[in-house]
């Protein structure tokens, strides 16, 4: 099938990245001679009309800005059918034939139910800090998130060695255990919490101990945030009630998501928008674009509608040796 007109829009959290694929699908479209009209604030947007126009210039100069130029939003409305009947009204409306949506595996959801409810063509694009999304290894943001938390856990540790002190170091993710994984065998962590863990409190004071007697000035611990940012508060307490232990606690948050794309997203999401339109030109949907042994390609989007915890547990045991 031919599309002659396609929409774009972003949903959930940002992450970087996002730009550089809004470019490759804006470009790619205007290359094969369609129309695209970004769609900003995502589903909420779409449901008020948000449209703009995009030309060749429209994506100039953003691949290097972090953010959504579209912008974003958490959508609850579009949980329900009837909204999403009105989405499709709206779009018809404006002669949009197909959509892509960037977002995480609740994006997804709101797409892949268009296209089973009212036959609309969707395609979906990776995009979360997260990495949590099933059948595929890599979702766009996640390289740059981990890169600026190395970062701010790298000065974290200047300053904890100067005071020989003990930090728990929160990052983000959700349910999600990737970036805490990923950082805390970047950086040397002596002990990472995974989302769901039941945290064995004695264990940490143990451990932090043990290196204390072997001459060791600071400690991290790397807090996996879990559904409600602040846990880090609540193990702080326990380590001074009970074990008579003071943790200074850094919560990096939103940091984490904004800043100019590593060279990695930026890659990733050139190859995953520009692979996004040739699919939906091929008449390939209601499909994403996933990365598959370190390839970027497609698979039928209801096989990236759950989200994942890829939870490689082992790389916990690998900081644990690795900081003895
Ligand atoms: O899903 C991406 C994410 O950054 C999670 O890591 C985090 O828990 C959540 O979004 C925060 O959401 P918000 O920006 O809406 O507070």
Do not use: W
Not at 58 to 66: D, E, H
């Amino acid at each position: 099938m031919t599309f002659k007109h396609i929409g774009i829009l972003c949903s959930g959290g940002d992450s970087p990245g996002m730009n550089c694929a809004i470019r490759a699908v804006v470009r790619t479209a205007i290359h094969h001679g369609m129309q695209v009209t970004g769609i900003r604030r995502g589903y909420a947007g779409l449901l008020r009309g948000e449209f703009i126009q995009m030309n060749l210039s429209s994506v100039g100069n953003i691949l290097q800005r972090g953010g959504t130029i579209l912008q974003t939003s958490r959508s609850p409305e579009f949980a329900k059918a009837e909204f999403r009947k009105r989405a499709v009204d709206i779009m018809k409306g404006q002669g949009i034939e197909a959509l892509i949506v960037i977002g995480g595996d609740g994006s997804f959801k709101g797409a892949m139910a268009l296209c089973e409810e009212h036959n609309f063509p969707v395609v979906g694009i990776p995009g979360t800090i997260d990495n949590d999304i099933s059948n595929t290894e890599y979702t766009i943001g996640f390289d740059t998130a981990v890169e600026t938390a190395i970062e701010a856990v790298d000065r974290i540790r200047d300053t904890a060695h100067s005071h020989a002190r003990t930090f728990l170091v929160e990052v983000m993710g959700r349910n999600s255990s990737a970036i805490a994984l990923k950082v805390g065998v970047c950086t040397g962590a002596e002990n990472i919490l995974l989302p769901h863990e039941k945290v064995d409190h004695k264990k940490i004071v143990d451990d932090i101990q043990r290196g204390i007697a072997r001459g060791k000035e600071s400690s991290i611990i790397i807090v996996a945030e879990g559904p409600v940012s602040g846990r880090s508060y609540e193990i702080q307490n326990i380590l001074k009630d009970l074990y008579h232990m003071d943790a200074h606690v850094a919560i990096l948050g939103h940091i984490q998501r904004g800043g100019s794309p590593s060279g990695e997203d930026r890659f990733i999401a050139s190859q995953m928008g520009n692979l996004a339109v040739e699919s939906l030109i091929k008449g390939e949907y209601p499909i994403a674009t996933i990365v598959k042994s370190g390839k970027v390609t497609i698979t039928e989007l209801p096989n990236c509608t759950k989200k994942e915890d890829h939870n490689f547990s082992e790389y916990k045991d690998l900081a644990h040796t690795l900081s003895i």
